[in-house]
């Protein structure tokens, strides 16, 4: 399966200002997903992210607040601008890796303060 | 709209003791049933459940899928506090919009919480 290296593990921001989180895979897939778990909650979808074309993001989430770069088939970073204490998450990204389950990154822990 | 239930929410047992998670689920074009564990930030893959009635099993954890009445099972023997984690339940449905697109929905999760 593959292994996913996500960083950072955790921060503390201050809000309206922006974080970039980064997702590199140890071989090539073609989607990426991005996921938000808020505190208590089941995790989110926020988008897939597909190489060489524009993220597609679920109902909720809009690409000017969490803009995704995937510039190679092994890495993608998310980015949660002008935060505020809401956007106090759990994010992870994740990939197919073939058949079977799906693999997830080690999260990040976003306080905004 | 998909949905993915788990019971319980939270759970508290000994050590020793046996435990079943359930999940149900209502989602179109059912695809997979996955299990997974999450003890701090990252779910782990435990298991992926696509026909009825096949059980599988890793150790001390087995699972079944009924797609009949629409639920799985996480079965857990002779606990360990190292068990103590959320259990998420989550389901792999087919997207018609083109071949190979999946979406997954996770439930809520089902914390354990196993003490000495």
Redesign the interface.
Same mark, same amino acid.
């Given at each position: 399966?593959a292994v996913i290296s996500q960083k950072p593990s955790r921060d503390i921001c201050q809000r309206g200002t922006s974080l970039t989180i980064q997702c590199q895979v140890d071989s090539q897939v073609?989607m990426m997903?991005w996921y938000r778990q808020q505190p208590g909650?089941?995790?989110?979808?926020i988008a897939t992210a597909n190489q060489g074309s524009e993220a597609t993001y679920e109902s909720g989430f809009v690409i000017d607040k969490f803009p995704i770069s995937r510039p190679n088939l092994t890495f993608s970073t998310l980015t949660v601008s002008n935060m505020s204490p809401e956007d106090s998450s759990?994010y992870?990204c994740s990939v197919?890796p073939g058949f $079977?389950?799906? *693999?997830? $990154?080690?999260? *990040?822990?976003l306080t905004v303060v | 709209e998909d949905k993915v239930v788990q019971s319980p929410l939270s759970l508290v047992v000994h050590e020793g003791d046996t435990v079943t998670l359930n999940c149900s689920y209502e989602v179109t074009n059912f695809r997979s049933l996955?299990w997974?564990k999450q003890e701090?930030?990252?779910?782990?893959?435990?298991?992926?459940l696509t026909s009825s009635g096949i059980e599988k099993k890793s150790g001390r954890l087995s699972s079944i899928l009924d797609k009949k009445e629409l639920f799985s099972i996480l079965n857990i023997t002779a606990t360990q506090t190292g068990d103590s984690a959320v259990y998420?339940c989550?389901v792999v449905r087919n997207l018609l919009s083109g071949a190979?697109s999946?979406?997954?929905t996770?439930?809520?999760?089902t914390k354990l919480s196993v003490i000495p």
């Open positions: 399966s073609t997903f909650q089941s995790l989110t979808l759990i992870l197919r $079977g389950g799906y *693999t997830f $990154g080690s999260g *990040t822990r | 996955l997974y701090k930030k990252a779910p782990t893959f435990l298991f992926m998420l989550a190979g999946y979406q997954l996770f439930g809520k999760g």
